[in-house]
């Protein structure tokens, strides 16, 4: 593939043309803050949390799902970018019923790294508090849609890489859902395999495994991720 | 209609607590009741929940007693579970529940009740906290606070955390002991050891200078319930239940804390979120008895270590043979429990099995209900779980001490209502008296934890008009 001219943050750099502007930020160590995205499976730019600006658009653009151009001028941290990035942060606590002190994840989990990165002080918006569910009826796993921000990494993984399609999505806006099958007890699921792979990938405490208490839960994202580099060089 | 005096501790956020004293028309006291006008819920809003999550979210109920929640709610998950956990996981846990004990206690004696011993109970209140110890017994006052520190400190080496502590688990413990913290334990006994023989000391000369009035104070006389273990000895953790009566006759021996429902009944009353509780073949109110750290020494045979058993001869020796009633001798039943906290947490730590690495066993739901008992520092708690096929909590109880406590302690405050108010004129040391018997029965309400100086109370008088014919405020 051959290389391009950019610049990011006003230092010039040379990019494989293809990539996506993360990709290529990543390769220089770049860190721009992100939740839905997942190395290895495809991008959504669902969570918003890795625009960039790139001059000479009034838009912002994700950088996952954006690919970089020639001479294109990328800004990935700004005031205005860190405005954003810490609202939408907040958005996330408010929407659903995030409660760290007794979440299986709690001192394990991107959402609370991430509220530190973005230096969230407190959540300035009202709390929707909604009902939501808790499904426990997988033998080994629970969901609990309280802690659900949406980021669908598990219905990626899932599909992409089981190859099992248990997860999908229902609903818009705030009533938005993870669903089983056809939005039926995850117990009952006729495509779970039980592989683990959403639970590892999960950024939250949302999805957790029955046999770990609290406090015990490590996910092990970085074990998917090898994995789908193990699949690609045997095929 | 007699006239009303309402001692109302208005300026908390939290642990909103008032008393009301009723007057007749003769301005005699005829009534007193504790208000308890929290309502926290944990009852409802865990239903939904999987039941291995409660260990983490109960606790939350109390930052004092956060551990004995935590061990009633394992022990509950672990009967749904039908598990056994490894030894070196159970001595952890007694570890730990002491050294909770400990600390709370000596909030409980240096932080809130010592002010009002040492320093007078008629003393300013601007310095009468731990403060005016500090200042008045430099040492003394130290030691205190070193001795609840003591306490949170063993949590901490052991899980890591002081307070909410995350290492008990269904199955066991998250964490094994490291020798480094071991010893760390081991070399803060001398100091904690000392401070409590000086602290019943202490006591004891207070008891000697004041017979009367520890005599008189709050006498009231009621059944005692507590947990022993199987050879009568004092027992936290585990054991079975004993109750004894107001003359020291054994009522009921070896209840299965399991059957509570059978034996223990609740009353809710109008006036308060407090529930009341009773035995229930005696009924209401023959049935009122009381938990915690005097009524737990009043029925159990024995202590299991050498220097606590000893105090506790002479503790029992107060009694005459029947029980020890007096409210003030709460403060001495704390000592003889801290005391025998501190020997029974190095006994275990020198245990060969505190170091070893297996703590934990693993099952799922094997039961839908669990229930679990254990002695808060307050007295015995329960919690009981009714779990759906998925091991969702359906139905939650808490039997928690402080409610067992509640018709006793109103009983205290008309008690001292009766000796310190009279007519309708209300002077500030005795109102003193009224929150110090409340005070003694230590409730677990964030007024009473109030460290620095008093709790802020309103005292209202009213007519039978219901007009207000004399306000007194303070805090
Ligand atoms: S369950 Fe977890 S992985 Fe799935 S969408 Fe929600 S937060 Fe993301
Ligand atoms: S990581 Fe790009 S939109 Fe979520």
């Known amino acids: 593939m051959s290389k391009i001219s950019i610049t990011i943050n006003d230092e010039p750099y040379k990019v494989e043309s293809g990539q996506t502007i993360m990709e290529a930020c990543k390769e220089h160590n770049i860190k721009i803050p992100s939740m839905c995205h997942f190395d290895g499976l495809t991008d959504v730019g669902a969570c918003r949390l890795c625009l960039v600006e790139i001059e000479g658009q009034s838009k912002l653009l994700p950088s996952c799902t954006t690919q970089v151009e020639p001479n294109q001028k990328i800004r990935t941290h ?66 609990d849609h309280n802690r659900c921000i949406m980021c669908t990494r598990c219905v990626r993984v899932c599909s992409e890489v089981e190859g099992a399609h248990n997860w999908d999505v229902k609903n818009r ?4 859902r993870i669903i ?21 990938v999960c950024p939250t405490g949302s999805l957790w495994s029955k046999d770990k208490a609290q406090g015990q839960s490590k996910k092990n994202p970085q074990m998917i991720k090898d994995l789908i580099e193990k699949r690609k060089v045997n095929l | 209609m007699g006239k009303e005096i309402l001692i109302h501790p208005v300026t908390r956020i939290e642990g909103h607590a008032k008393i009301t004293i009723q007057l007749d028309d003769s301005g005699q006291v005829s009534d007193a009741i504790f208000h308890v006008n929290e309502f926290r819920g944990f009852e409802k809003f865990c239903e939904g929940r999987y039941y291995t999550e409660m260990p983490v979210i109960t606790p939350r109920i109390c930052g004092i007693c956060p551990v004995s929640h935590t061990i009633s709610s394992v022990k509950a998950c672990e009967m749904i579970q039908q598990i056994k956990i490894p030894r070196t996981a159970e001595l952890l846990r007694r570890v730990i529940q002491q050294a909770q004990l400990i600390s709370s206690h000596a909030l409980s004696f240096f932080h809130l009740s010592a002010p009002d011993l040492l320093l007078g109970w008629d003393s300013d209140p601007a310095t009468r906290n731990i403060f005016g110890i500090a200042e008045k017994d430099p040492d003394l006052g130290v030691r205190g606070i070193r001795l609840r520190k003591f306490g949170q400190e063993v949590s901490e080496r052991i899980t890591g955390k002081k307070i909410h ?24 006994i001398p100091e904690v050891l000392e401070t409590t023989h000086m602290s019943i000391d202490l006591l004891k000369k207070y008891h000697a200078d004041h017979t009367d009035m520890v005599n008189s104070f709050a006498n009231i006389e009621s059944m005692h319930m507590g947990l022993i273990a199987d050879d009568g000895s004092h027992e936290l953790y585990d054991g079975r239940i004993r109750l004894v009566a107001a003359n020291g006759d054994i009522v009921a021996d070896r209840l299965n804390p399991l059957d509570y429902h059978q034996f223990i009944q609740e009353k809710p009353v109008s006036w308060s979120y407090l529930k009341s509780f009773f035995y229930k073949p005696m ?32 503790f029992r020796a107060l009694g005459q043979g029947r029980p020890v009633h007096g409210n003030f001798y709460y403060h001495y039943a704390r000592f003889i429990e801290i005391l025998a906290g501190i020997e029974e947490i190095e006994q275990m730590m020198k245990d060969p099995d505190i170091l070893s690495t ?44 402080t409610g ?15 000796q310190y108010v009279k007519g309708d004129h209300i002077e500030e040391g005795a109102l003193n008296r009224v929150e110090g018997a409340i005070r003694c029965f230590d409730p677990c309400l964030s007024c009473s934890t109030h460290a620095l100086g008093d709790m802020p109370i309103r005292i209202e008088l009213k007519n039978s008009q219901g007009e207000v014919i004399q306000r007194i405020a303070r805090g």
């Open chain 1, 180 to 200: 089983s099958d056809f939005d039926t007890p995850w117990g009952e699921s006729e495509s779970c395999t039980s592989c683990r792979k959403c639970v590892e």
């Open chain 2, 165 to 188: 502590i995350m290492g008990i688990v269904p199955g066991g413990m998250s964490y094994a002991l490291t020798k480094e913290n071991r010893q760390a334990i081991l070399d803060w």
């Open chain 1, 78 to 143: 700004s005031d205005r970018l860190s405005g954003h990035r810490q609202m939408i942060t907040e958005l996330f606590f408010s929407e659903r019923n995030h409660v760290c002190a007794v979440c299986v994840a709690n001192g394990n989990c991107e959402l609370q790294d991430l509220a530190t990165e973005v230096g969230m002080k407190h959540v300035r918006f009202p709390y929707l508090f909604q009902e939501c569910e808790v499904d426990a009826s997988h033998a080994m796993f629970v969901i």
């Open chain 1, 173 to 176: 806006g705030y009533k938005v």
């Open chain 2, 283 to 314: 009924g209401y109110p023959d049935g009122i008895y009381r938990v915690g750290p005097l009524s737990r020494l009043n029925v159990i045979d024995r202590m299991k270590t050498p220097q606590a058993q000893k105090e506790f001869e002479e």
């Open chain 2, 358 to 401: 297996d703590i934990q066993t693993h099952a799922s739901r094997n039961q839908p209900e669990g229930i679990g008992c254990c002695e808060a520092p307050r007295g015995i708690l329960f919690h009981h779980y009714k779990t759906d096929p998925d091991g969702k909590l359906n139905q939650i109880d808490f039997l928690i001490a």
């Open chain 2, 404 to 418: 067992q406590n509640n018709p006793s302690m109103n009983q205290a405050i008309l008690d001292v209502a009766r």
